[in-house]
């Protein structure tokens, strides 16, 4: 599966951001990694600093809207 695009709210030094990440042709394996696994040379963690603890509230995957919750779930149990 490929996701299109991420909608992201997160809190970075006492701050609310909310960025909207292009994700063209990202296959969602290399995307569960990041969540699972962020190192610096990832790019969810390293140009957005975005790490799986950081994420709030709403993420939108291949035009799904879904919560965090969800969101793992869906990597956990998405069919490659």
């Known amino acids: 599966m490929k996701v ?10 006492s701050e609310s951001r909310i960025e909207e990440i292009i ?3 990202l296959d969602i394996r290399w995307l569960s990694s990041c969540f699972k696994h962020p190192t610096s040379d990832s790019l969810l963690y390293n140009s957005y600093r975005i790490g799986p603890n ?3 509230k709403m993420i939108e995957v291949l035009d799904i809207k879904l919560d965090l919750e969800n969101f793992e779930y869906f990597l956990e149990s998405a069919s490659y």
Do not use: A, D, G, T
């Open 54 to 56: 950081e994420y709030k």
């Open 23 to 25: 994700l063209p042709e």
């Open 4 to 13: 299109k695009r991420i909608i992201s709210k997160y809190h970075f030094n």
